[in-house]
């Protein structure tokens, strides 16, 4: 992608600015919730427009609360749009902010799908985009630069494998689906079935949306329990939050969230760490939402045209954690 025509006047600020990133210095971050500003070129910052999923949940806060901080270390105005769970409301925010002009989006997408037209406005404005957390699936990968988050296909590998290990790969179990259409969503399902569909012994007996939400976790697991009762071994849940409110369901029901029933899960959020140490979530295998350094380092270079070896996806390591040492590394989570 060539960037020389819109702003290489900025080009050797830009650069500047990401090698103080790099250094750890840091200065005044402009945010918006919104989404207005002060013009992209008005404060003489690179301006980057930040567009969320939304505020739902524990890892989604620490996601852009890492965003923000790392906007600010770099030297960036960062405005930012909610997009409220409503992917429409997304490509609004999108719209918007190649319309203002800015510099550069980091665009957290809510589903896969149905990003072609907004992102196409934003290359013919040579707007450069980088997705952030959740993948896009588009007809054209120049529509954006690289992909910055987790394996959440290996998550779900994770998940399965840690399963097979305490069960000896015999279990009933129950799903809590994350938002559909996600690729976490996708990808969670995926990587979890490709495991256990080597082992006849683990058998899932539903499987149903959670939409990522804790109370509808809960929603969800009170219709698991109240069809399937004490045939129920399992729950994998595709995040934390909706692991809590299942916990909180199996608690209602008069069982024991832990023990009668054994909760595997992802994200790695505090509040599932101290479920852990409660004895009441089993694992939960790290997704790491401490995503805004890396996705501002990569955005210095993209304005800086330094792009000739940058991959196209650029995935994070994550980690199994299990009740049994939760105790010990609680006090070290920054999330």
């Given at each position: 992608m060539s960037l020389t025509t819109r702003r290489s006047c900025r080009f050797?600020?830009?650069?500047?600015?990401?090698?103080?990133?790099?250094f750890g210095c840091s200065s005044?971050?402009?945010?918006?919730?919104?989404?207005?500003?002060?013009?992209?070129?008005?404060?003489?910052?690179p301006v980057i427009g930040f567009v969320q999923t939304g505020s739902e949940g524990d890892w989604r806060k620490a996601h852009?609360?890492?965003?923000?901080?790392?906007a600010e270390a770099a030297g960036y105005e960062l405005r930012f749009a909610d997009g409220q769970a409503k992917q429409e409301?997304?490509?609004?925010?999108?719209?918007?902010?190649?319309?203002?002009?800015?510099?550069?989006?980091?665009?957290?997408?809510?589903?896969?799908?149905?990003?072609?037209?907004?992102?196409?406005?934003?290359?013919?404005?040579?707007i450069p985009?980088?997705?952030?957390?959740?993948?896009?699936?588009?007809?054209?990968?120049?529509?954006?630069v690289t992909y910055i988050g987790a394996d959440t296909y290996n998550e779900g590998r994770l998940a399965a494998e840690w399963l097979i290990e305490k069960t000896g790969g015999k279990?009933?179990?129950?799903?809590?689906?994350?938002?559909?259409?996600?690729?976490?969503?996708?990808?969670?399902?995926?990587g979890f079935r490709d495991v256990i569909g080597d082992q006849p012994g683990i058998e899932i007996i539903a499987s149903q949306s959670g939409d990522f939400r804790r109370s509808k976790g809960k929603e969800v697991m009170e219709a698991f329990l109240k069809k399937h009762g004490d045939e129920i071994e399992v729950v994998y849940a595709h995040n934390d939050d909706m692991a809590?409110?299942?916990?909180?369901?199996?608690?209602?029901?008069?069982?024991?969230?832990?023990?009668?029933?054994?909760?595997?899960?992802?994200?790695?959020?505090?509040?599932?760490?101290?479920?852990?140490v409660e004895g009441k979530l089993n694992c939960t295998v790290e997704c790491n939402p401490l995503q805004g350094p890396m996705a501002f380092e990569a955005m210095g270079k993209i304005l800086a045209g330094d792009i000739g070896d940058m991959p196209k996806k650029q995935m994070i390591k994550d980690e199994v954690y299990?009740?049994?040492?939760?105790k010990d590394v609680i006090g070290s989570r920054k999330y």
């Open positions: 050797a600020a830009v650069a500047t600015l990401s090698l103080m990133f790099l005044k971050t402009d945010t918006a919730g919104t989404g207005e500003g002060s013009g992209a070129d008005g404060a003489g910052k852009t609360e890492s965003v923000r901080e790392a409301n997304q490509i609004k925010a999108l719209s918007s902010f190649v319309a203002q002009g800015v510099d550069g989006i980091i665009l957290a997408p809510l589903v896969e799908t149905g990003w072609d037209n907004v992102l196409e406005k934003a290359k013919k404005r040579n985009v980088l997705i952030l957390d959740r993948q896009v699936d588009v007809k054209d990968d120049s529509l954006y279990a009933k179990v129950v799903e809590l689906q994350g938002t559909p259409g996600a690729s976490p969503t996708i990808n969670r399902f995926n809590i409110g299942a916990i909180q369901a199996i608690e209602d029901a008069g069982k024991k969230p832990g023990d009668d029933i054994i909760l595997v899960s992802i994200d790695g959020v505090r509040s599932a760490f101290e479920a852990m299990e009740r049994e040492t939760a």
